[in-house]
């Protein structure tokens, strides 16, 4: 069986799409679509406000990340 996946490459960044599911125990593969950025050599994640506030996540008191523009996808 062969799978595909799709992205963007605009020369300085890969953007995938995503499903950000809730976290175990839950048996459903429903979720949060959005995209992120591939980065190899990443020391921290992250998710967006609307995507933190839909999933109902609590903020632990760490700064923001700095994100650049958003890609044109």
Request: include cysteine; charged fraction near 25%.
């Amino acid at each position: 069986m062969s799978r595909r996946i799709d992205f963007r490459h605009d020369g300085c960044r890969i953007i995938l799409p995503v499903l950000i599911l809730e976290p175990s125990p839950s048996a459903s593969f429903e979720g949060h679509r959005g995209f992120a950025l591939l980065d190899t050599g990443s020391t921290a994640t992250g998710v967006t406000r609307r995507v933190a506030r839909a999933m109902g996540l609590v903020g632990r008191g760490k700064p923001a990340l700095g994100i650049g523009e958003k890609p044109a996808i």
